[in-house]
C-alpha cells in the first residue's frame, strides 16, 4: 500500500481577520457539518483557541491523503477555497499527521 492510501489525519490552523471572526466561526461550524459527506472523509473536529477568537483548528481524519488532496482541488476549482482564504489574515496552516 502506497503512503497516499493509508488513513491519515489533517490538522489546519486558520486565522481569520479580526472584524471576520464571528462570520468565521459559523464558516468553520458550516465545515464541520458538511465535510463528513465528502469523499473519503471520515470525520471533523473544530477547535477554538481560549486566548484568540481568530484562530481555528480543524482535525480531520481521512481515508488517504489522496482522498483529502482530491478534496481541496474540488474546493479550489469551485472557488470555495478562495472564498474562505478571503476570511483569513494569514495562509492557514497544514500537516498531514499520524496518530502514534
Known amino acids: 500500500m502506497e503512503a497516499g492510501e493509508l488513513p491519515i489525519n489533517v490538522i489546519i490552523t486558520f486565522e481569520a481577520k479580526p472584524e471576520r471572526a464571528s462570520a468565521f466561526a459559523e464558516l468553520m461550524n458550516q465545515v ?7 469523499d473519503g472523509c471520515r470525520g471533523v473536529r473544530l477547535f477554538g483557541r481560549s486566548d484568540n477568537d481568530c484562530v481555528f483548528t480543524l482535525v480531520e481524519s481521512w481515508a488517504s491523503q489522496a ?11 469551485s472557488g470555495a477555497w478562495d472564498a474562505l482564504a478571503g476570511e ?4 492557514p496552516v497544514s500537516s498531514y ?4
Open 32 to 38: 464541520k457539518q458538511s465535510l463528513p459527506s465528502a
Open 67 to 77: 482522498h483529502h488532496q482530491a478534496h481541496i482541488a474540488g474546493a479550489v476549482a
Open 88 to 91: 483569513l489574515a494569514r495562509e
Open 97 to 100: 499527521c499520524r496518530e502514534l
